[in-house]
Protein backbone atom coordinates (compact mmCIF):
# COMPACT_ATOMS: atom_id res chain seq x y z
CA UNK A 1 0.00 0.00 0.00
CA UNK A 2 3.29 2.36 0.89
CA UNK A 3 4.70 1.36 -2.64
CA UNK A 4 1.51 1.76 -4.24
CA UNK A 5 1.23 5.37 -2.81
CA UNK A 6 4.95 6.47 -3.63
CA UNK A 7 4.71 5.23 -7.09
CA UNK A 8 1.52 7.18 -7.21
CA UNK A 9 2.59 10.52 -6.21
CA UNK A 10 6.24 9.53 -8.37
CA UNK A 11 4.03 9.39 -11.25
CA UNK A 12 2.38 12.66 -10.15
CA UNK A 13 5.87 14.46 -9.65
CA UNK A 14 6.96 13.86 -13.00
CA UNK A 15 3.06 14.71 -14.71
CA UNK A 16 3.48 18.30 -12.73
CA UNK A 17 7.19 18.60 -12.72
CA UNK A 18 7.25 22.73 -12.89
CA UNK A 19 5.52 22.29 -9.26
CA UNK A 20 7.52 22.34 -6.49
CA UNK A 21 6.66 19.03 -4.45
CA UNK A 22 8.38 18.15 -1.67
CA UNK A 23 8.35 14.24 -0.31
CA UNK A 24 10.74 14.19 2.16
CA UNK A 25 10.22 13.11 5.81
CA UNK A 26 10.40 16.77 7.47
CA UNK A 27 7.94 18.24 5.39
CA UNK A 28 5.60 15.43 5.80
CA UNK A 29 5.83 15.55 9.44
CA UNK A 30 5.58 19.49 9.71
CA UNK A 31 2.78 19.35 7.08
CA UNK A 32 1.04 16.88 9.12
CA UNK A 33 -1.34 18.47 11.71
CA UNK A 34 -2.60 21.62 12.84
CA UNK A 35 -3.64 23.77 15.72
CA UNK A 36 -5.74 20.55 17.29
CA UNK A 37 -1.80 18.98 17.66
CA UNK A 38 -3.61 15.65 15.63
CA UNK A 39 -1.02 14.24 13.46
CA UNK A 40 -1.78 12.56 10.46
CA UNK A 41 0.14 11.42 7.36
CA UNK A 42 0.56 12.45 3.51
CA UNK A 43 2.93 11.47 0.62
CA UNK A 44 3.87 14.79 -0.09
CA UNK A 45 3.29 18.62 -0.04
CA UNK A 46 2.28 20.75 -3.28
CA UNK A 47 2.89 24.27 -3.38
CA UNK A 48 1.21 25.74 -6.12
CA UNK A 49 2.16 29.52 -7.23
CA UNK A 50 -0.68 30.13 -9.89
CA UNK A 51 -4.40 28.88 -10.55
CA UNK A 52 -3.14 26.95 -13.19
CA UNK A 53 -0.25 25.20 -10.89
CA UNK A 54 -3.33 24.83 -9.00
CA UNK A 55 -5.84 23.25 -11.62
CA UNK A 56 -2.67 21.38 -12.80
CA UNK A 57 -2.39 19.39 -9.68
CA UNK A 58 -5.45 18.80 -8.66
CA UNK A 59 -6.24 17.25 -11.84
CA UNK A 60 -3.43 14.97 -11.88
CA UNK A 61 -4.11 13.76 -8.10
CA UNK A 62 -7.36 13.01 -8.91
CA UNK A 63 -6.76 10.91 -12.13
CA UNK A 64 -4.09 9.13 -9.94
CA UNK A 65 -6.23 8.78 -7.15
CA UNK A 66 -4.59 10.64 -4.97
CA UNK A 67 -6.38 12.93 -2.27
CA UNK A 68 -6.22 16.52 -1.39
CA UNK A 69 -5.56 18.54 1.60
CA UNK A 70 -6.38 22.14 1.22
CA UNK A 71 -4.05 23.42 3.84
CA UNK A 72 -3.67 27.20 4.60
CA UNK A 73 -1.60 28.30 8.15
CA UNK A 74 -2.80 24.66 9.59
CA UNK A 75 -4.37 26.98 12.57
CA UNK A 76 -7.50 24.88 12.32
CA UNK A 77 -9.11 23.65 15.49
CA UNK A 78 -10.75 21.10 13.98
CA UNK A 79 -8.32 19.23 11.69
CA UNK A 80 -9.59 19.91 8.78
CA UNK A 81 -6.08 19.91 7.28
CA UNK A 82 -4.62 17.07 8.58
CA UNK A 83 -3.98 14.37 6.18
CA UNK A 84 -5.09 11.46 5.60
CA UNK A 85 -3.09 8.43 4.59
CA UNK A 86 -1.90 8.64 1.17
CA UNK A 87 -3.16 12.23 0.25
CA UNK A 88 -1.14 15.05 -1.47
CA UNK A 89 -1.60 18.84 1.41
CA UNK A 90 -1.39 21.22 -1.60
CA UNK A 91 -0.20 25.00 0.68
CA UNK A 92 -1.25 27.75 -0.27
CA UNK A 93 1.70 29.33 1.26
CA UNK A 94 2.97 30.39 -2.30
CA UNK A 95 -0.37 31.92 -3.46
CA UNK A 96 -0.92 35.03 -1.34
CA UNK A 97 -0.77 38.16 -3.86
CA UNK A 98 -3.56 40.87 -3.30
CA UNK A 99 -4.98 41.03 -6.89
CA UNK A 100 -6.66 44.22 -7.25
CA UNK A 101 -8.45 47.30 -4.94
CA UNK A 102 -11.30 48.81 -5.74
CA UNK A 103 -12.45 51.52 -3.32
CA UNK A 104 -15.55 52.72 -5.10
CA UNK A 105 -16.54 49.44 -4.60
CA UNK A 106 -15.23 49.15 -1.35
CA UNK A 107 -13.94 45.45 -2.61
CA UNK A 108 -10.75 44.15 -2.90
CA UNK A 109 -9.60 41.30 -5.00
CA UNK A 110 -7.14 38.54 -2.83
CA UNK A 111 -5.16 34.75 -3.73
CA UNK A 112 -6.54 32.21 -0.68
CA UNK A 113 -3.07 31.95 0.72
CA UNK A 114 -2.91 35.49 1.88
CA UNK A 115 -2.71 35.87 5.79
CA UNK A 116 -5.60 38.05 7.03
CA UNK A 117 -3.26 40.15 9.13
CA UNK A 118 -1.55 41.33 5.74
CA UNK A 119 -4.47 42.00 4.69
CA UNK A 120 -5.52 43.93 7.07
CA UNK A 121 -2.18 45.81 6.81
CA UNK A 122 -2.66 46.40 3.00
CA UNK A 123 -6.28 48.02 3.68
CA UNK A 124 -5.03 50.07 6.37
CA UNK A 125 -3.02 53.12 4.40
CA UNK A 126 -6.01 53.03 2.07
CA UNK A 127 -8.59 53.71 5.60
CA UNK A 128 -10.16 50.16 4.71
CA UNK A 129 -10.25 47.04 6.87
CA UNK A 130 -11.61 43.86 6.47
CA UNK A 131 -14.09 43.20 9.11
CA UNK A 132 -13.87 38.83 10.25
CA UNK A 133 -10.94 39.08 12.02
CA UNK A 134 -10.34 35.93 13.76
CA UNK A 135 -8.24 36.13 17.07
CA UNK A 136 -5.39 33.89 14.78
CA UNK A 137 -5.90 36.72 11.93
CA UNK A 138 -2.05 37.37 12.43
CA UNK A 139 -1.22 33.66 10.68
CA UNK A 140 -4.74 32.55 9.27
CA UNK A 141 -5.33 32.65 5.42
CA UNK A 142 -8.12 33.89 3.90
CA UNK A 143 -8.68 30.85 2.43
CA UNK A 144 -8.64 28.91 5.42
CA UNK A 145 -11.61 32.02 6.63
CA UNK A 146 -13.83 31.15 3.98
CA UNK A 147 -13.30 27.24 4.45
CA UNK A 148 -13.98 27.62 8.44
CA UNK A 149 -16.72 30.66 7.60
CA UNK A 150 -14.51 32.21 10.48
CA UNK A 151 -16.02 34.52 13.09
CA UNK A 152 -13.91 36.44 15.66
CA UNK A 153 -14.35 38.97 18.25
CA UNK A 154 -16.03 41.42 15.63
CA UNK A 155 -18.36 39.30 14.67
CA UNK A 156 -20.89 40.93 17.31
CA UNK A 157 -21.45 43.74 15.27
CA UNK A 158 -20.10 42.53 11.44
CA UNK A 159 -21.00 39.36 10.98
CA UNK A 160 -19.04 36.17 10.01
CA UNK A 161 -17.42 35.63 6.82
CA UNK A 162 -19.62 34.59 4.41
CA UNK A 163 -21.34 38.19 4.09
CA UNK A 164 -18.04 39.78 2.94
CA UNK A 165 -17.55 36.86 0.32
CA UNK A 166 -18.67 38.17 -3.11
CA UNK A 167 -17.40 35.65 -5.43
CA UNK A 168 -14.76 33.11 -5.05
CA UNK A 169 -12.50 31.40 -7.71
CA UNK A 170 -11.78 28.03 -7.74
CA UNK A 171 -10.81 24.66 -8.62
CA UNK A 172 -13.09 21.71 -8.91
CA UNK A 173 -11.96 18.01 -8.47
CA UNK A 174 -11.75 17.09 -11.80
CA UNK A 175 -9.12 20.46 -12.19
CA UNK A 176 -11.75 23.00 -14.24
CA UNK A 177 -11.20 26.40 -12.96
CA UNK A 178 -14.58 28.15 -12.18
CA UNK A 179 -15.77 31.92 -10.86
CA UNK A 180 -18.96 32.09 -8.70
CA UNK A 181 -20.41 35.05 -7.65
CA UNK A 182 -22.21 35.18 -4.49
CA UNK A 183 -24.95 32.32 -4.14
CA UNK A 184 -25.25 29.18 -5.74
CA UNK A 185 -21.81 27.22 -5.35
CA UNK A 186 -20.32 29.97 -3.31
CA UNK A 187 -23.49 29.68 -0.50
CA UNK A 188 -21.87 26.01 -0.71
CA UNK A 189 -18.05 26.76 -0.48
CA UNK A 190 -18.03 28.92 2.23
CA UNK A 191 -17.31 26.77 5.51
CA UNK A 192 -17.23 23.72 3.36
CA UNK A 193 -13.72 23.39 5.29
CA UNK A 194 -12.12 22.06 2.56
CA UNK A 195 -14.85 19.54 1.40
CA UNK A 196 -15.99 20.49 -1.91
CA UNK A 197 -13.97 22.57 -3.99
CA UNK A 198 -10.46 24.29 -3.44
CA UNK A 199 -10.28 28.09 -3.56
CA UNK A 200 -7.88 30.09 -5.30
CA UNK A 201 -9.00 33.33 -4.96
CA UNK A 202 -11.58 36.09 -3.18
CA UNK A 203 -13.34 39.64 -4.18
CA UNK A 204 -14.57 40.99 -0.63
CA UNK A 205 -16.05 43.52 0.96
CA UNK A 206 -14.01 45.39 3.09
CA UNK A 207 -15.43 48.87 4.97
CA UNK A 208 -13.69 52.09 5.86
CA UNK A 209 -11.87 52.36 9.16
CA UNK A 210 -14.34 54.12 11.95
CA UNK A 211 -12.90 57.08 12.90
CA UNK A 212 -12.46 56.36 16.53
CA UNK A 213 -12.71 53.16 18.59
CA UNK A 214 -11.92 52.94 22.41
CA UNK A 215 -11.36 49.26 24.31
CA UNK A 216 -12.64 48.27 27.78
CA UNK A 217 -11.97 45.39 29.97
CA UNK A 218 -14.71 45.26 32.96
CA UNK A 219 -14.14 43.28 35.97
CA UNK A 220 -17.38 41.78 36.99
CA UNK A 221 -18.01 38.91 39.28
CA UNK A 222 -19.15 35.35 39.02
CA UNK A 223 -19.17 33.79 35.53
CA UNK A 224 -22.84 33.42 35.43
CA UNK A 225 -23.52 37.18 36.32
CA UNK A 226 -21.46 38.37 34.21
CA UNK A 227 -23.53 37.07 31.82
CA UNK A 228 -25.86 38.50 32.45
CA UNK A 229 -24.37 41.74 33.36
CA UNK A 230 -23.53 41.86 29.38
CA UNK A 231 -27.10 41.22 28.93
CA UNK A 232 -28.45 44.07 31.43
CA UNK A 233 -25.61 46.44 30.10
CA UNK A 234 -26.98 45.71 26.03
CA UNK A 235 -30.46 46.64 27.64
CA UNK A 236 -29.47 49.96 28.94
CA UNK A 237 -28.40 50.89 25.58
CA UNK A 238 -24.66 50.28 25.38
CA UNK A 239 -23.86 49.49 21.69
CA UNK A 240 -20.22 47.78 21.39
CA UNK A 241 -18.80 46.70 18.44
CA UNK A 242 -17.00 44.01 20.67
CA UNK A 243 -18.57 41.65 23.41
CA UNK A 244 -16.50 38.87 24.67
CA UNK A 245 -16.63 37.09 27.78
CA UNK A 246 -13.50 35.73 29.80
CA UNK A 247 -13.84 33.81 32.80
CA UNK A 248 -11.61 34.17 36.09
CA UNK A 249 -9.68 31.62 35.57
CA UNK A 250 -8.68 32.08 31.74
CA UNK A 251 -8.48 36.30 32.33
CA UNK A 252 -5.38 34.69 35.34
CA UNK A 253 -4.22 32.05 32.72
CA UNK A 254 -3.41 35.03 29.96
CA UNK A 255 -2.07 38.36 31.79
CA UNK A 256 0.04 35.67 34.10
CA UNK A 257 1.59 34.27 30.23
CA UNK A 258 2.11 38.08 29.41
CA UNK A 259 3.28 39.39 32.69
CA UNK A 260 0.60 41.78 33.27
CA UNK A 261 -1.13 40.73 36.31
CA UNK A 262 -1.11 43.90 37.80
CA UNK A 263 -4.08 44.76 35.33
CA UNK A 264 -6.20 42.83 37.32
CA UNK A 265 -5.70 44.96 40.25
CA UNK A 266 -6.25 41.99 43.27
CA UNK A 267 -9.66 40.66 41.30
CA UNK A 268 -8.24 37.20 39.96
CA UNK A 269 -11.58 36.02 41.32
CA UNK A 270 -13.39 38.05 38.29
CA UNK A 271 -14.46 37.58 35.18
CA UNK A 272 -14.23 39.72 32.65
CA UNK A 273 -16.09 41.38 29.58
CA UNK A 274 -13.76 42.67 27.19
CA UNK A 275 -15.45 45.63 24.86
CA UNK A 276 -14.87 47.96 21.97
CA UNK A 277 -17.04 50.97 20.73
CA UNK A 278 -16.78 52.68 17.25
CA UNK A 279 -17.69 55.52 15.50
CA UNK A 280 -17.47 58.85 15.13
CA UNK A 281 -15.40 60.64 18.27
CA UNK A 282 -18.60 61.66 19.39
CA UNK A 283 -20.37 58.30 19.29
CA UNK A 284 -17.39 57.08 21.25
CA UNK A 285 -17.60 59.57 23.68
CA UNK A 286 -21.32 59.10 24.42
CA UNK A 287 -20.87 55.32 24.66
CA UNK A 288 -17.80 55.38 27.43
CA UNK A 289 -19.83 58.19 29.30
CA UNK A 290 -22.80 55.65 29.00
CA UNK A 291 -20.28 52.41 29.94
CA UNK A 292 -18.28 54.61 33.34
CA UNK A 293 -22.09 55.62 34.45
CA UNK A 294 -22.95 52.27 34.31
CA UNK A 295 -20.23 50.35 36.19
CA UNK A 296 -19.84 53.47 38.93
CA UNK A 297 -23.74 52.61 39.25
CA UNK A 298 -23.17 49.06 39.94
CA UNK A 299 -19.32 48.79 41.71
CA UNK A 300 -17.54 47.53 38.45
CA UNK A 301 -14.06 48.12 37.80
CA UNK A 302 -13.26 49.23 34.60
CA UNK A 303 -9.69 49.46 32.60
CA UNK A 304 -10.61 52.10 29.57
CA UNK A 305 -7.78 52.11 26.61
CA UNK A 306 -8.44 55.49 24.30
CA UNK A 307 -4.75 55.25 22.62
CA UNK A 308 -3.94 52.89 19.78
CA UNK A 309 -1.05 51.63 21.93
CA UNK A 310 -2.91 50.75 24.99
CA UNK A 311 -5.50 49.21 22.78
CA UNK A 312 -3.35 47.39 21.75
CA UNK A 313 -1.95 45.82 24.91
CA UNK A 314 -5.82 44.98 25.54
CA UNK A 315 -5.91 43.23 22.44
CA UNK A 316 -2.74 41.62 23.05
CA UNK A 317 -4.58 40.15 26.22
CA UNK A 318 -7.33 39.11 24.45
CA UNK A 319 -5.53 37.50 21.39
CA UNK A 320 -3.20 35.74 23.91
CA UNK A 321 -5.40 33.51 25.63
CA UNK A 322 -5.34 30.61 23.23
CA UNK A 323 -1.52 30.77 23.54
CA UNK A 324 -1.33 31.27 26.92
CA UNK A 325 -3.89 28.25 27.68
CA UNK A 326 -2.07 25.88 25.40
CA UNK A 327 0.97 26.49 27.46
CA UNK A 328 -0.84 25.88 30.52
CA UNK A 329 -0.79 21.68 30.09
CA UNK A 330 0.73 18.84 27.85
CA UNK A 331 -2.19 18.89 25.46
CA UNK A 332 -5.93 20.18 25.82
CA UNK A 333 -9.86 19.36 24.40
CA UNK A 334 -11.05 22.73 22.71
CA UNK A 335 -14.59 22.78 21.67
CA UNK A 336 -16.51 25.73 20.54
CA UNK A 337 -20.34 25.43 20.85
CA UNK A 338 -22.73 28.27 20.35
CA UNK A 339 -25.64 28.88 22.45
CA UNK A 340 -28.63 31.16 22.15
CA UNK A 341 -27.79 34.52 24.13
CA UNK A 342 -30.68 34.15 27.32
CA UNK A 343 -29.05 30.34 27.79
CA UNK A 344 -25.41 32.03 28.25
CA UNK A 345 -25.84 32.77 31.66
CA UNK A 346 -26.81 29.15 33.06
CA UNK A 347 -24.73 27.17 30.22
CA UNK A 348 -20.83 29.00 32.12
CA UNK A 349 -22.36 27.78 35.21
CA UNK A 350 -23.47 23.96 33.73
CA UNK A 351 -20.54 23.60 31.64
CA UNK A 352 -17.81 24.38 34.37
CA UNK A 353 -20.43 21.87 36.78
CA UNK A 354 -19.80 19.04 33.59
CA UNK A 355 -16.41 19.34 33.93
CA UNK A 356 -16.03 18.94 37.49
CA UNK A 357 -18.12 16.21 37.77
CA UNK A 358 -15.01 14.54 35.42
CA UNK A 359 -12.19 16.12 37.76
CA UNK A 360 -11.43 18.02 34.93
CA UNK A 361 -9.59 21.33 34.64
CA UNK A 362 -11.85 24.17 32.75
CA UNK A 363 -11.54 27.41 31.29
CA UNK A 364 -14.27 29.36 29.44
CA UNK A 365 -14.09 32.55 26.87
CA UNK A 366 -15.28 33.85 23.71
CA UNK A 367 -17.33 35.99 21.71
CA UNK A 368 -20.60 35.85 24.50
CA UNK A 369 -22.12 38.89 22.02
CA UNK A 370 -22.73 36.09 19.31
CA UNK A 371 -23.53 33.19 22.04
CA UNK A 372 -19.75 31.34 20.78
CA UNK A 373 -18.34 29.80 23.92
CA UNK A 374 -14.62 28.62 23.53
CA UNK A 375 -14.31 25.89 26.32
CA UNK A 376 -10.96 24.35 27.22
CA UNK A 377 -9.87 21.28 29.05
CA UNK A 378 -6.30 20.79 30.40
CA UNK A 379 -5.79 16.83 29.52
CA UNK A 380 -2.34 15.18 29.62
CA UNK A 381 -2.62 12.54 26.74
CA UNK A 382 -0.33 10.27 28.35
CA UNK A 383 -3.17 10.09 31.23
CA UNK A 384 -5.45 7.25 29.16
CA UNK A 385 -7.57 7.54 32.41
CA UNK A 386 -8.33 11.53 32.07
CA UNK A 387 -8.20 11.37 28.49
CA UNK A 388 -11.14 8.83 28.64
CA UNK A 389 -12.98 11.16 31.24
CA UNK A 390 -12.38 14.36 28.84
CA UNK A 391 -14.30 12.38 26.36
CA UNK A 392 -16.94 11.51 28.55
CA UNK A 393 -17.26 15.51 29.10
CA UNK A 394 -17.37 16.53 26.01
CA UNK A 395 -19.93 13.87 25.25
CA UNK A 396 -22.05 15.48 27.81
CA UNK A 397 -21.18 18.68 26.73
CA UNK A 398 -22.63 18.46 23.06
CA UNK A 399 -25.82 16.79 24.90
CA UNK A 400 -26.95 19.63 27.37
CA UNK A 401 -25.94 22.14 24.40
CA UNK A 402 -27.92 20.65 21.81
CA UNK A 403 -30.87 20.23 24.38
CA UNK A 404 -30.53 23.81 24.99
CA UNK A 405 -30.86 24.51 21.36
CA UNK A 406 -27.27 25.19 20.51
CA UNK A 407 -25.03 24.15 18.03
CA UNK A 408 -21.58 22.00 17.89
CA UNK A 409 -19.58 24.70 16.91
CA UNK A 410 -19.65 28.40 16.57
CA UNK A 411 -16.93 28.97 13.77
CA UNK A 412 -13.88 26.24 14.57
CA UNK A 413 -16.27 23.73 12.36
CA UNK A 414 -16.92 19.81 12.34
CA UNK A 415 -13.15 18.41 10.64
CA UNK A 416 -11.98 14.80 12.26
CA UNK A 417 -12.63 16.16 15.97
CA UNK A 418 -16.76 16.64 15.82
CA UNK A 419 -17.74 14.42 12.99
CA UNK A 420 -18.98 11.65 15.75
CA UNK A 421 -21.03 13.86 16.86
CA UNK A 422 -22.76 14.87 13.59
CA UNK A 423 -25.87 13.01 14.51
CA UNK A 424 -26.64 14.39 17.51
CA UNK A 425 -27.05 17.65 15.65
CA UNK A 426 -28.59 16.30 12.65
CA UNK A 427 -31.35 14.19 11.45
CA UNK A 428 -30.74 11.27 9.33
CA UNK A 429 -32.56 12.88 6.23
CA UNK A 430 -29.92 16.11 6.89
CA UNK A 431 -27.15 14.38 6.60
CA UNK A 432 -27.96 12.22 3.74
CA UNK A 433 -28.53 15.52 2.03
CA UNK A 434 -25.44 16.95 3.25
CA UNK A 435 -23.60 13.23 1.74
CA UNK A 436 -25.38 13.94 -1.39
CA UNK A 437 -23.99 17.74 -1.90
CA UNK A 438 -20.94 16.45 -1.48
CA UNK A 439 -21.40 13.21 -3.61
CA UNK A 440 -22.34 16.22 -6.63
CA UNK A 441 -19.68 18.53 -6.12
CA UNK A 442 -16.97 16.13 -5.49
CA UNK A 443 -17.87 12.77 -6.63
CA UNK A 444 -15.06 11.00 -6.26
CA UNK A 445 -14.05 12.02 -2.41
CA UNK A 446 -10.54 13.91 -3.96
CA UNK A 447 -10.76 17.01 -1.37
CA UNK A 448 -10.90 16.16 2.40
CA UNK A 449 -11.94 12.82 2.66
CA UNK A 450 -13.10 10.97 6.38
CA UNK A 451 -13.62 14.82 7.06
CA UNK A 452 -16.98 16.48 8.02
CA UNK A 453 -20.12 14.86 6.23
CA UNK A 454 -17.66 13.62 3.32
CA UNK A 455 -19.26 9.16 3.96
CA UNK A 456 -20.83 10.15 7.05
CA UNK A 457 -23.91 8.04 6.58
CA UNK A 458 -21.10 4.80 6.96
CA UNK A 459 -20.25 6.03 10.17
CA UNK A 460 -23.74 7.11 12.23
CA UNK A 461 -25.93 4.30 9.83
C1 LIG B 1 -4.82 31.19 18.58
C2 LIG B 1 -5.98 30.86 17.68
C3 LIG B 1 -7.10 31.71 17.70
C4 LIG B 1 -8.19 31.43 16.87
N1 LIG B 1 -9.25 32.29 16.88
C5 LIG B 1 -10.27 32.10 16.03
C6 LIG B 1 -11.36 33.04 15.99
O1 LIG B 1 -11.41 34.03 16.71
N2 LIG B 1 -12.36 32.80 15.09
C7 LIG B 1 -12.33 31.70 14.26
O2 LIG B 1 -13.27 31.54 13.45
N3 LIG B 1 -11.33 30.81 14.31
C8 LIG B 1 -10.30 30.97 15.15
N4 LIG B 1 -9.26 30.08 15.18
C9 LIG B 1 -9.30 28.89 14.30
C10 LIG B 1 -8.57 29.08 12.94
O3 LIG B 1 -7.60 30.10 13.02
C11 LIG B 1 -9.59 29.39 11.84
O4 LIG B 1 -10.41 28.26 11.62
C12 LIG B 1 -8.94 29.80 10.51
O5 LIG B 1 -9.96 30.22 9.63
C13 LIG B 1 -8.12 28.69 9.85
O6 LIG B 1 -7.33 29.27 8.82
P1 LIG B 1 -5.99 28.55 8.30
O7 LIG B 1 -5.43 29.37 7.22
O8 LIG B 1 -5.09 28.27 9.43
O9 LIG B 1 -6.60 27.22 7.70
P2 LIG B 1 -6.17 25.70 7.92
O10 LIG B 1 -6.17 25.35 9.37
O11 LIG B 1 -4.94 25.40 7.16
O12 LIG B 1 -7.39 24.97 7.22
C14 LIG B 1 -8.69 25.04 7.75
C15 LIG B 1 -9.66 24.34 6.80
O13 LIG B 1 -9.77 25.11 5.61
C16 LIG B 1 -9.45 24.32 4.47
N5 LIG B 1 -8.77 25.22 3.53
C17 LIG B 1 -7.70 26.02 3.76
N6 LIG B 1 -7.40 26.75 2.68
C18 LIG B 1 -8.30 26.41 1.72
C19 LIG B 1 -8.51 26.80 0.37
N7 LIG B 1 -7.74 27.71 -0.23
N8 LIG B 1 -9.51 26.21 -0.32
C20 LIG B 1 -10.31 25.28 0.26
N9 LIG B 1 -10.16 24.88 1.54
C21 LIG B 1 -9.17 25.43 2.26
C22 LIG B 1 -8.59 23.18 5.00
O14 LIG B 1 -8.67 22.03 4.20
C23 LIG B 1 -9.20 22.96 6.38
O15 LIG B 1 -10.33 22.12 6.29
C24 LIG B 1 -8.17 30.30 16.02
C25 LIG B 1 -7.05 29.46 16.01
C26 LIG B 1 -5.97 29.73 16.82
C27 LIG B 1 -4.78 28.81 16.78
Not at 67 to 91: H, K
Not at 245 to 251: E, L
Not at 429 to 444: A, M, N, S, T
Amino acid sequence: MIDESRMRVKELKRRIRNVTLHTEDYYRIAYGYDATGIRGSCVGVAFPESECDLALIIKNANSLGIPIIPRGAGTGFSGGSVPVDGSLVVSTEKIRRVLSFDREMNEVEVESGIVNGKLQDYLKPFGFFYPPDPASYKVSTIGGNIAENAGGPRAYKYGVTRRYVRSLKWITSTGEYLESQQGGPTAFLIGSEGTLGFIYSARLAVFPIPKARKTFLLGASGDGDTMNLASDLLHSGFRPSVLEFIDSKTIRCVAEYLGILSILENRGDSSYLFLEVEGTEIETDEQQRHLNDYCECHGLTLTTAEKEEDREILWELRRSISPSLARRSITKVNEDIALPLGKLPEAVVRIHELARDKRLDCYIFGHCGDGNLHINIMTDRRNKKEMERAGEFVENLFLYVIAAGGTLSGEHGVGITKRPFLSLAFSPGELRLQEKIKGVIDPGSTFNPGKYFDNIMEEVG
